[in-house]
């Protein structure tokens, strides 16, 4: 069975902070897993990811570890490394979040106008029509954006073909594998009926990701589960 992205977070999460004494450990990580939703990993299983951490941090035993692990891996070690961006990401998140949450006003009275509008005006582009704009300026290839958004490639045929709605996640990561600025971010959030809310946490800290051209989306996950925000994608 695959493991999840938020399985491999907690457990290198465990690691990082064990790393001479993990194995004394072990039924502490499992515990962690379990109470996360994923107690259906057998204990050798549980054991053998800790390994693939192990051997990325410091070379020695296994050697074959997950191309997820090595990601997830090289995305905490950033944290350790880049210390001024998580400092001012954390300071972004307390000044655009907070001030959302004090100054929301809940009883605002709205009534039914009785008013019809009939709207005779044309419409913008499309969400597909944008995206794929944007996909063609860039001389990107599907599959290529697929990949580099972690957006899977039938879900991403069905985006081509306009054959079903698109979640604002979805959006979301696209905007990442494609690289957006955050105005292009915008636009292309608009276009598919979305935009980036002060009052939604994830929505503030991906945000912040796009206007600083931070686009390592294993990264941006993370910071998401670290602060129980809506993650990007968890399988």
């Not at 902070?17 to 194995?23: A, G, Q």
């Amino acid at each position: 069975m695959k493991w999840s992205h938020e399985e491999d977070y907690i457990v290198c999460s465990f690691y990082l902070s064990h790393i001479d004494n993990w194995n004394q450990h072990i039924d502490e990580l499992i515990a962690l897993l379990k109470q996360a939703g994923f107690g259906n990993r057998k204990r050798s299983a549980v054991i053998m990811r800790v390994h693939n951490y192990e051997y990325l941090h410091t070379g020695k035993g296994l050697s074959n570890y997950a191309k997820q692990s090595k990601a997830v891996y090289n995305s905490f070690i950033s944290r350790t490394t880049k210390p001024i961006v998580y400092e001012s990401l954390r300071a972004y998140i307390k000044e655009s979040y907070s001030e959302a949450k004090s100054g929301f006003e809940a009883d605002v009275d709205v009534s039914e106008s009785e008013f019809k509008f009939i709207y005779t005006e044309p419409l913008g582009p499309t969400f597909q029509e944008v995206l794929f704009d944007f996909i063609d300026k860039r001389g990107m290839k599907d599959s290529e954006v697929y990949n580099a958004c972690l957006v899977g490639r039938d879900t991403f045929s069905h985006i081509r073909k306009g054959d079903k709605g698109v979640s604002k996640r979805t959006v979301k990561q696209l905007c990442f594998g494609l690289k957006l600025t955050y105005d292009e971010a915008v636009v292309l959030m608009a276009s598919a009926g979305y935009a980036f809310s002060s009052s939604n946490l994830s929505d503030v800290i991906v945000a912040y990701y796009l206007k600083n051209c931070i686009y390592d989306i294993d990264d941006a996950n993370i910071t998401l589960y670290e602060n129980n925000a809506e993650m990007l994608f968890t399988a």
